[in-house]
């Protein structure tokens, strides 16, 4: 029974790893497509469009925390190989395991400054959108905390054997 479990939270990660990534296309996407309208409106109207570069800010932050979940489940973060290639199986593991933990404190950590910072800044609105501090940054919330079970997941997998681990693979 625990197996099932592990498949079904192992589907659920995908799931939501996949749709992190198709938000992160669209905020990509609407991001190239507002710098455009920006170009287009300083320079063939003399006009600027102060909610445009908030947009975009918006979606860059997106962009950025929404993949990452997807990249660490994965293990396709950037990594430099040399000294674990050179290292015997199980201090290879141990290795990757501190440098999940890395990633899983730095999420913490995260969250931490969220827990700090939402609460007091989050009912503010911004500037040029009028919208809440929370919405503003609730991608990168959201972000961290795939981050969190993804690091998680790594951990597990690694831990587990070196056949999950090394496919990176969740499903």
């Not at 931490?112 to 919405?135: C, I, Q, S």
Request: aromatic share 8%; glycine share 8%; hydrophobic share 55%.
């Amino acid at each position: 029974m625990p197996r099932q479990h592990t498949t079904k939270s192992r589907a659920v990660m995908a799931r939501l790893t996949d749709a992190s990534i198709s938000v992160s296309i669209g905020m990509l996407a609407l991001m190239a497509a507002l710098v455009a309208v920006q170009v287009v409106a300083r320079n063939m109207f003399d006009l600027g469009l102060p909610w445009a570069d908030e947009l975009a800010r918006f979606c860059g932050i997106g962009l950025v925390f929404l993949s990452i979940p997807s990249l660490v489940i994965r293990h396709l973060m950037v990594a430099v190989t040399i000294v674990p290639d050179m290292m015997d199986s199980v201090s290879r593991r141990v290795l990757h395991v501190a440098s999940e933990l890395a990633t899983l404190s730095f999420a913490g950590f995260t969250l931490w400054g969220f827990a700090a910072f939402l609460p007091r800044a989050g009912k503010f609105l911004t500037p040029a959108m009028g919208m809440p501090n929370w919405g503003y940054y609730a991608p990168a919330l959201i972000g961290t905390v795939l981050i969190v079970f993804a690091a998680i997941f790594r951990i597990s997998d690694i831990i587990r054997g070196p056949d999950m681990a090394d496919k990176g693979m969740i499903a």
